[in-house]
């Protein structure tokens, strides 16, 4: 990264950014967990040119950047970390339309939205994604969804995710460019795609006309599961582990049956609702988390043989 002085880049940015920023930016407040360290640079672009000026000038200073969504599946490192953190929070990155079967949303739609959004127009598709805390963006970054509940119905499938119902994505690449990006080219996979180093600025989706109380029906019954099964209001990044593939036992199930329920490291502690998610109780920092993580980890493969892979994303200090 070339050396550029805080006030340089305030200045710089002064004179052509809309949006807005903050050198030195605190990023706790921006995760689910309440844990993280300080960004360089926080930017929040006013729409796709001003998105594209701010990639433009980070590249030109060699300064790294991320796209933070709802911060409800990272942990990032306390202390300061030498990037820039973009954020698309202005109202045009929140836009939703519907033309006959085809929904389009920008990158930075919140999935509650998209659900109210779901049930005011009669538009199903997106039911699955009910109690999930983030943003259209990230929830494609991680194609996040759940296990589908209603298995084992012999035509469902064992996930639900988001890209299921998705045709294509129109991202912006590291030079600032918009083009689309078919689905099939985005290399989804349960939990994850292919999708690194690119910015998702809006998605089209094939979407099912419905009555709008049926709508928020099905709505109801996956919040009604979900309840069951979770803490919904602590502070947490969701599941920190993937389901281990190809076994027929979930990640939570098995951190359950190492009897880990319930272990602190500090602040940090394996909840006694559901077991994937560790709960901050208060203060918890990202060392006494990833200890956490490591003990879990390591009880679970000594317990079962079974070796848990990380869901929550880690950023680390470089
Ligand atoms: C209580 C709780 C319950 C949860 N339940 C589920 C669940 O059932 N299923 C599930 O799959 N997940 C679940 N999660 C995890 C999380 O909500 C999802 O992974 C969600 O999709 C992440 O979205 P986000 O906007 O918060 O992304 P963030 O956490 O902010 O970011 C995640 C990744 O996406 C990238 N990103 C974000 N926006 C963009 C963008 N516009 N362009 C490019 N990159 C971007 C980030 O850089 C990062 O790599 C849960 C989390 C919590 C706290």
Known sequence: MKALKEIDISRQLKAFFKGSFQVNKPLCGYTSIKIGGMAAVFLEPENNIDLALAVKFLNS?????RVIGNGTNLLINNGRLEIAVIKLSGLFFKEISVKEDVLYMRGGVS???LLNFSI???ISGFEFLAGIPGTSG?????NAGIRNPFQPAITAAPYLSISDSLIELEIMDARG?????NKNDAGFVYRGSKLKGIIVVGAYFKVKNKAKGQVAERIKSFLEKRRISQEMRVRSAGCVFKNPMGENISAGAL?????????CIGQARVSDIHANFIVNRGNA?????RELMDLVREKVK???????ETEVEIWNKR
Request: without cysteine.
């Open 61 to 65: 200073f060699e300064m790294p950047f």
């Open 111 to 113: 999935l509650p939205h």
């Open 120 to 122: 005011k127009n009669g």
């Open 138 to 142: 990230g929830a494609l970054i991680m």
């Open 177 to 181: 460019k918009i083009f689309r990006l």
């Open 255 to 263: 951190i359950e049956r190492s009897k880990l329920k319930g272990r």
């Open 285 to 289: 920092t990202f060392s006494q988390v």
């Open 302 to 308: 000594q317990d079962s043989g079974i070796k848990l």
